[in-house]
């Protein structure tokens, strides 16, 4: 802190002695992430929490592999929110793109693809050898017209439902809902029988990952994945029946739902002030920084109607044509392909690793589960975090559901959705 | 919100005697006054005390509680994600300050007292940049730094905040100008000096409180932006707001830690605040206040 | 060749200022028009003229309606509410109190503190939670028995823009106070010292001498806070984030251009929100320019 007040001093004495002397042109400090042959520019939005001690573990296993490399982290916050990609957005128009990004894998690099601004990795992938090491599944799930485009580093699930035992007990249930119906049962048990809330959501974001969950669980994972291809029907009754479901379901929410972060929707749960909330498995490992106790404060399963079905997202990074440092940048994307990388991210990220061959032994709790699950569910792309739709489809559907939370009318959603199916171009 | 408003400045001496007045309304007022400050500070009140928060008690449900465990562990943490940022801050705001400051001065003399056919509507062009919605103009803004090759550093940061900075700092500088009697630069322009002369030696001897109201402004707006900065440098050459938003704008990262940096960033302009207040003011006073 | 000399040079020292403001102010001004009048509607396509197309088009679409809606309620609320807090605070220290610099510090110094950690605390504040889960404001009201004060801020789909302006009041009032202080404590004593003599009450040189001479200072204000309305967008996303309850045009644009990737639809808001401020400035600036000339 003293330094701080020191420094301050200093500069408003600075300043005004520059008054005199002209000031500086500020030319200090060149441009940097140019020129030097020997730095890779990694650009993510992990600034914080388990996200960003896992990726120094990875930056600190690539100092070690490669020594002449210097790491630039380029990391700036607000990957689904602000700030980030519109950065990256800019960079790559002007032609400046970093060596390396993450994006989600998926429809959401489609942009990119087709504007030209990534280089497929299909030969990497081959010398590699990463069409053995990660699923088939999920191999053909981010090829788009025969290449890949990016190196999934982390699996996360956005099908989980966390419900807090102690509240489930007090309203007289015994665990777990399987099915869409006896979910809104027991929404209904909660609010009849406890002062809690049933189901604790958060902004407007986390409603969105309520719908895909809602929609899996109600139309079942063939007719799910089908939504995304360009024959999908969005205008047929069991769509409908998804969305008379999701609307039900929001009515068991909390009102200051909107001026709640997920973290804070999340920890109503482990407080025992809220039975449900669906959110990504992310949210375990905010859970274990809270020092709560799985099975205890808290408990999973997969969201309702989805048992067996893996709803997964994945963290990947690519490789921008044109990019400055494009040997280094290679030897980033090894690091994150590989068993090793992938083992020191995961566990500290709160996810599992893409890669089949990964050491089962460092993965506990809840991600044990995670990965069993992992290697006998069927997959389906989140539509949310980028699997399966494009930006401008996404972006549709959340103006749709934001709509939607005012007007509370599911003919109006419909319409939209299918609008939005039918504009995304992709 | 770093939009820029146009304080106003006048060279005229402020009027510090108060005058006689009646025994029980300042007993009001006083009260009144102190409601408001302790409304006003309510929202540091909150800031403050969830910044000593452990994790387990950083919650909306506590925000009025004091911490019931104290802990510097957020302020130790926030220091280090900012303190990188913070020669970078230092680099870009008193530069940028500065030669907005001067350039400023300079136009707004040109504008106020060495006037060419059409300067109204020059001045008029200017005020209007002040206008622009920034992030309307981000995309093609990097692609012209890029051409100019002043992408990824600091000087490049400078110049769009000095270019930017031109509406306002003009607008002062000339609105305080043009109170300066004619007379007095006619007087200089008689004995023979010329532009740069008067300038240096009638008109600058004039101009502190100006200064201090340009310098307080474009320091405050150059120390809390974030877009430019964001879009314009690279992460070598990241200020310190850049490091407060991974710290906020990651949802993961812990309160207690989010509101101690947000206190932290905010002092340099704060020591500012008090150190300039004074001439701030003195600025701001006087004469008929107009746009 | 006398009258060049006496206005070239300074022509010559502007010379730089005034291509630097061409160029980023208009040149980019002019990019975003030549954009917003393109079909550019993803990353791929070049674009081709397409008029005011895009400008009609933006009115079938629910969402910029409610943007718009929310706009114009901020904007009445904030700009009212920072004039008339700012105008009144100015007014309770017009006369000198003890402590006058401490309590300009406190009033000013929400504008030094940026929003993108502050926005964390107003969103705490102003939770509409009911009270066993109570949270910030409604808390507050709740322990002190102000129970019915307790409302839904933001979050009210009809009126909650108007309680989104409270922090941004917060921020700026300070500022109005000091404009105003300034204005009042400009009114040279002479004139309030002849009403006094004239037999005129306190509040009377106040209604009579003082207020008139504060017009200019309300007109800047007002252009000031208007603009700042009408841009408004760090404040919303560090409260709201990007949530359509509390859509504005700015945040809008920022969606579509840089999430959405429609580099034109971004433009055409971006191209209102100018033509916006313009219809606000122009009339103020040449009034400004002309009554000047005239004095």
Known sequence: MRRGWTAAVAVSLAGLLAVTACGGGGGEQGGDGKQAATKVEVFSWWTGGGEAKGLEAMVADFKKKQPGIEFVNAAVAGGSGTQAKAVLASRLQANQPPDSFQGHAGAELLGYIKAGQLEPLNSFYDEQKLREAFPQQLIEQITYQGNIYSVPVNIHRSNVLWYSPAVLKEAGLSGAPKTIEEFIAALKTVKEKTKKIPLSLGAQWTADHLLESVLLGTLGVDAYNALWTANADWSGPQVTKALENFKTILGYTQQEAASTDWQVAAKNVVDGKAAFNIMGDWAAGYFKELGKQPKQDYDWAASPGTDGVYMWLSDSFTLPKNAPHRAAAVEWLKICASKEGQDLFNPAKGSIPARKDADRSLYKDYLAWALEQWSTNKLAGSMWHGVTVNDRWHTEIDTAVGLFLGSRDVPKLQQALAAAAKNSGQ | ?291 | MRRYRRWLPGLVLLAPSMIAIAVFVYGLIGWNFKLAMSDQHDQVTAGKFVGLENFTALWDDERWGLAVRHAVLFTVVFVLGALVLGWFLALLMDKGIRGEGGFRAVYLFPMAVSFIATGIVWRWLMSPAPPERGVGLNQLFDSVGLGFLANEWWQNRSYGMAAMALPAIWQMSGYVMALYLAGFRGVPDELREAARVDGCTEWKVYRYVVFPHLRPVTLAALIILGHISLKIFDLVVAIATKQIIADVPAVYMWVMTFDAHDPAKGATIAAYMLLAVAVLVIPYLVWTVRSERRA
């Open chain 2, 1 to 291: 919100m770093t939009a820029v408003s146009p304080p106003q400045a006048r060279p005229v001496a402020p009027r510090a005697v108060p005058r006689p007045r009646r025994r029980r309304l300042p007993v009001v007022r006083m009260t009144l006054l102190l409601v408001f400050a302790l409304v006003f500070l309510m929202p540091v009140y909150v800031l403050l005390v969830t910044s000593f928060k452990p994790l387990s008690e950083a919650d909306p449900s506590r925000a009025w509680l004091l911490p019931e465990v104290w802990t510097a562990e957020g302020w130790r943490a926030a220091w280090t994600a900012l303190a990188p940022g913070l020669w970078n801050s230092v680099q870009l705001a008193v530069p940028g300050s500065l030669i907005s400051a001067v350039l400023g001065s300079l136009n707004g003399y040109v504008l106020a007292k060495w006037r060419f056919p059409g300067a109204d509507a020059v001045f008029t062009l200017f005020l209007f940049g002040m206008f622009i919605p920034y992030q309307a103009v981000m995309i093609p803004l990097v692609q012209l730094m890029t051409a100019a090759d002043l992408i990824g550093g600091i000087p490049g940061l400078v110049l769009a905040h000095v270019v930017y900075g031109l509406p306002i700092t003009t607008l002062i500088f000339r609105n305080y100008y043009v109170t300066i009697p004619d007379e007095m630069v006619e007087a200089a322009r008689v004995d023979g000096a010329g532009m740069f002369r008067t300038y240096r030696w009638v008109v600058l001897p004039l101009s502190g409180p100006a200064f201090a109201v340009v310098l307080i402004w474009q320091f405050t707006a150059l120390w809390n932006d974030f877009l430019f900065a964001v879009f314009l440098t690279g992460p070598l050459s990241w200020p310190t707001t850049v490091a407060l938003n991974n710290i906020a704008g990651a949802q993961v990262v812990p309160y207690s830690q989010q509101m101690a940096a947000a206190l932290l960033a905010s002092l340099p302009t704060l020591i500012v605040y008090v150190l300039l207040g004074r001439f701030f003011m003195r600025g701001l006073m006087a004469g008929a206040l107009k746009g």
